[in-house]
């Protein structure tokens, strides 16, 4: 969720970040990203980033949208499947099975309406990911609705991110 922030950017007033959180708790920052590089490994890329995209979709992050969606279509990914994938219930044709049960983790995980992950998605998602390639999963999950929490609360602006820019 980094940028490269050398260049100045003039925002209108309304369209201004609230707060550059990174520079004012920088250790927060790093272990953010530590976190993040350790809760991505041994997950598919494009998977990851089919992940991030929809969980930001869902919490409205369009800062983590902008670049997730980059990531995803400089990783390869089509843009017919990045744009089905606010409709993925009704999209499944374009999602392989366990990038189905990955998208209904990611939701379940994300929305927690109900309190909990409910049994049937949990057992869908352990039935197409091992046990280590779930905890990664999950942890992936959780660190991107962290970094969303972050971009809507501080109200990052979108549009600036470059992929490899990191």
Same mark, same amino acid.
């Given at each position: ?81 990045? @744009?089905?994938?606010?409709? &993925?219930?009704?999209? =499944?044709?374009?999602?392989? /099975?366990? %990038? !189905? #049960?990955? $998208? ?12 909990? @992950?409910?049994?049937?998605? &949990?057992?869908?998602? =352990?039935?197409?990911?091992? /046990?280590? %390639? !779930? #905890?990664? $999963? ?29």
């Amino acid at each position: 969720m980094t940028t490269d922030h050398t260049a100045p950017v003039e925002y209108a007033p309304e369209h201004a970040p609230r707060l550059n959180w990174s520079e004012h708790v920088p250790e927060v920052y790093k272990a953010m990203v530590r976190l993040d590089a350790a809760a991505r490994q041994g997950v598919d890329p494009k998977l990851l980033e089919l992940v991030k995209i929809r969980v930001s979709q869902i919490n409205h992050c369009a800062f983590c949208l902008d670049m997730h969606t980059k990531d995803a279509l400089a990783a390869g990914e089509s843009v017919e499947r990045i @744009v089905q994938l606010s409709a &993925w219930e009704e999209s =499944a044709h374009f999602y392989t /099975e366990r %990038e !189905l #049960a990955a $998208l209904a983790l990611t939701e379940a995980v994300t929305v927690l309406t109900d309190g909990f @992950v409910p049994d049937e998605v &949990w057992a869908k998602a =352990a039935a197409h990911f091992e /046990e280590a %390639e !779930l #905890a990664q $999963l999950l942890a992936s999950i959780t660190v991107i609705n962290a970094w969303n929490r972050f971009g809507v609360s501080c109200r990052m602006v979108p549009g600036h991110y470059v992929p490899g820019r990191r």
